[in-house]
């Protein structure tokens, strides 16, 4: 019996993190809760190795499969920790996402900040008229070619064509689509702003997020990216059927890439994924007064 509860804590642990992943994995507010979490589930296996180390018993053999589980589970939001910047053959163009925070007052400095980072392609979310209208004329010269929607907007170094918003099932355009001109050629993208998360409420991001998924699984086009507000973490259930058709690059370095919230970051739910681009690099940048950090994504075209 002492053996057994000196044990005890390493089952606890496992256990733990098992229930963490399961969690992580079910469809809903627990999904969605899970995902949140699982990151930091990898605090507990600090205390679980050692753990294990010291006792060296039977159920030492939960710490190896504890962590197996958890990087599994994490796989798609594990960030590339060996990989360095990639050199460019052809032209590097950068994608650029935020969500300003309505009422912020910050469109612009987000826009300038943007810029300034070398985003060609700048995607700005949760926009009311006035921030449109700030972020179009701090834009106005370095970006010519712009898009607005509902709370979305696009602008860009290069020509936009094919432009519309979309509701995606919503009754409100929190959305768009537009072909970008790069000089390698025509790149699709999509620019959300998923409906928020609190609890109880969390249908109508779901059903955004299905829509869009089911765009995604409608859309032909070989050179792809959509970004935006998600608010869903990286492996939220959510997520799936956007991930059955794109793929997000993963965070450089030892980092997440957490974006929100943007003083002390605890979970990532901007994103930017693409199909048939070359990744050249990543990164999370504070930017304006918004409670989201930026996320951008640099492809060479």
């Given at each position: 019996?002492?053996?057994?509860?000196?044990?005890?804590?390493?089952?606890?642990?496992?256990?733990?993190?098992?229930?963490?992943?399961?969690?992580?994995?079910?469809?809903?507010?627990?999904?969605?809760?899970g995902?949140?979490?699982?990151?930091?589930?990898?605090?507990?296996?600090?205390?679980?190795?050692?753990?294990?180390?010291?006792?060296?018993?039977?159920?030492?053999?939960?710490?190896?499969?504890?962590?197996?589980?958890?990087?599994?589970?994490?796989?798609?939001?594990?960030?590339?920790?060996?990989?360095?910047?990639?050199?460019?053959?052809?032209?590097?163009?950068?994608?650029?996402?935020?969500?300003?925070?309505?009422?912020?007052?910050?469109?612009?400095d987000?826009?300038?900040?943007?810029?300034?980072?070398?985003?060609?392609?700048?995607?700005?979310?949760?926009?009311?008229?006035?921030?449109?209208?700030?972020?179009?004329?701090?834009?106005?010269?370095?970006?010519?070619?712009?898009?607005?929607?509902?709370?979305?907007?696009?602008?860009?170094?290069?020509?936009?064509?094919?432009?519309?918003?979309?509701?995606?099932?919503?009754?409100?355009?929190r959305?768009?689509?537009?072909?970008?001109?790069?000089?390698?050629?025509?790149?699709?993208?999509?620019?959300?702003?998923?409906?928020?998360?609190?609890?109880?409420?969390?249908?109508?991001?779901?059903?955004?997020?299905?829509?869009?998924?089911?765009?995604?699984?409608?859309d032909?086009?070989?050179?792809m990216?959509?970004?935006?507000?998600?608010?869903?973490?990286?492996?939220?259930?959510?997520l799936?059927?956007?991930?059955?058709?794109?793929?997000?690059?993963?965070?450089?370095?030892?980092?997440?890439?957490?974006?929100?919230?943007?003083?002390?970051?605890?979970?990532?739910?901007?994103?930017?994924?693409?199909?048939?681009?070359?990744?050249?690099?990543?990164?999370?940048?504070?930017a304006?007064?918004?409670?989201?950090?930026?996320?951008?994504?640099?492809?060479?075209?």
């Amino acid at each position: 019996m002492p053996r057994l509860r000196s044990d005890l804590p390493i089952v606890l642990f496992s256990a733990a993190i098992g229930a963490l992943v399961v969690l992580a994995l079910v469809p809903g507010v627990a999904g969605t809760l899970g995902a949140a979490t699982l990151p930091w589930a990898g605090l507990l296996l600090v205390p679980l190795g050692l753990l294990a180390l010291l006792r060296r018993s039977w159920s030492s053999w939960a710490a190896p499969v504890a962590v197996v589980v958890w990087l599994v589970a994490l796989a798609p939001a594990l960030p590339d920790v060996l990989g360095g910047e990639a050199s460019a053959r052809g032209t590097p163009v950068t994608f650029a996402s935020q969500n300003v925070e309505a009422l912020s007052g910050g469109s612009a400095d987000s826009a300038r900040t943007l810029a300034g980072l070398g985003g060609d392609v700048i995607a700005l979310t949760e926009m009311d008229a006035a921030a449109r209208t700030r972020a179009t004329e701090a834009l106005a010269r370095s970006h010519p070619y712009s898009y607005t929607a509902g709370t979305v907007g696009l602008w860009s170094v290069y020509p936009l064509s094919h432009a519309e918003g979309l509701t995606l099932g919503l009754t409100w355009k929190r959305a768009l689509r537009a072909d970008v001109a790069l000089p390698g050629g025509t790149v699709r993208v999509y620019v959300v702003h998923a409906a928020s998360v609190r609890p109880g409420q969390q249908a109508g991001r779901d059903s955004m997020l299905g829509h869009l998924a089911d765009l995604l699984a409608a859309d032909h086009a070989t050179r792809m990216v959509a970004m935006g507000d998600f608010n869903a973490a990286t492996t939220d259930p959510a997520l799936r059927g956007i991930r059955r058709h794109l793929a997000e690059p993963r965070p450089r370095g030892l980092t997440f890439g957490f974006t929100w919230p943007a003083r002390f970051p605890l979970v990532r739910i901007d994103h930017i994924f693409e199909r048939g681009l070359s990744v050249l690099g990543t990164r999370v940048a504070k930017a304006g007064r918004s409670d989201h950090r930026a996320v951008l994504a640099t492809f060479d075209d």
